[in-house]
């Protein structure tokens, strides 16, 4: 098995209260460029909807289970999404997923 196939991606989805979709903004901004610098992230990507610009979308990547595990334990995940998110949305949540399949580029 290789590294690769540990890998993990958590996908979150966030959905802003109205009045606080700038405050989300900056704060996902934070929360990502705070990511990035954690030794297991591989990939940390924040999207927001065209259509529905209340909803954000996270597509993180992390080497494997225990980088996503020390993520949650980090100092800037307690501070933004634990403390400072709850008053500015209505709803977050996400999902950790597993590659099933060759991730290679389609042909």
Known sequence: MSSESSAVRVIGIWNAKESKVGEVRDLLANLAAATKREPACRQFEVWQSRTAPTQFVLIEEF?????????????????????ASPPLVESRGGSVYEAISDQGAAK
Do not use: I, N, S
């Open 63 to 83: 080497a494997d289970a225990e980088g996503v595990d020390a993520h949650r334990r980090t100092e800037h995940y307690a501070e933004l999404v634990l403390q």
